[in-house]
């Protein structure tokens, strides 16, 4: 058995580079890596010119904000930025290249590329902003829109359980993009808030397969995901 528990830092700086395509899974508040995100936003400032993808852009100053706020993010893939109003901002300015994507075609994206696919037809985004510089074919009748599989060079997971070969289990709605990032870049890094002996997790429990991921590390408490009570006692 691989024992891929890693320490933080280490794996890190081992992992990511400026200019790197990084995959984020979570959507707002759930399932996003923030030990990670922080550690980056902290302590690795010659990070530049990455291309985050990520369903949101989280909020001000928390998770990719942090990114952001540095200037370490030339490049956005997202569904929305809405609650982000800082990075709307640098949109704006022109500071962030901004590509939008319909949620489900950018889930679709994501599985093309851990598939192992280089593309998919649909005809979602016809006739619309989204379909501007796509190329289209002709089948059976039809005018479908080329859309190009998405995958990057690390993934950066968060997952309540995973045992020390790399297994991952997701509560809810946490798991939201987490598997398809996953199985979509070459390295993966997951966050875990409970890490298990391996035998742990049941197999049929099991979300992601510890093949796919490089390396875990153990989730730190967010002091935005406290309970009332106790934030206000720290």
Do not use: Y
Request: charged share 20%.
């Amino acid at each position: 058995m691989i024992d891929r528990v890693a320490d933080l830092e280490t794996v890190v700086r081992a992992t990511i580079r400026s200019g790197q395509t990084v995959l984020v899974a979570g959507f707002g508040r759930g399932g996003t890596p923030f030990t990670i995100l922080e550690f980056l936003a902290e302590h690795c400032h010659d990070l530049r010119d990455l291309t985050i993808v990520k369903n949101d852009a989280n909020e001000p100053g928390l998770g990719v904000g942090m990114l952001l706020r540095r200037g370490m993010v030339r490049r956005v893939v997202s569904t929305h930025i809405g609650l982000n109003p800082e990075a709307i901002g640098m949109m704006n300015r022109g500071e962030l290249e901004v590509e939008f994507v319909p949620q489900g075609i950018f889930a679709e994206r994501l599985r093309a590329a851990g598939a192992g696919l280089p593309a998919f037809l649909t005809d979602i985004g016809l006739d619309t902003l989204v379909a501007n510089g796509k190329p289209t074919v002709e089948l059976d009748g039809r005018t479908l829109l080329v859309e190009r599989a998405l995958g990057g060079d690390v993934a950066l997971l968060s997952a309540d359980r995973a045992d020390r070969a790399g297994n991952c289990w997701w509560r809810g709605s946490n798991r939201n993009m987490s598997i398809v990032m996953g199985t979509a870049a070459p390295r993966v890094l997951v966050e875990a808030k409970e890490i298990l002996p391996v035998g742990a997790l049941e197999p049929e429990s099991v979300h992601l397969p510890g093949v796919f991921v490089h390396a875990v590390v153990q989730a730190q408490p967010r002091k935005h995901m406290m309970p009332q009570a106790e934030t206000a006692q720290s």
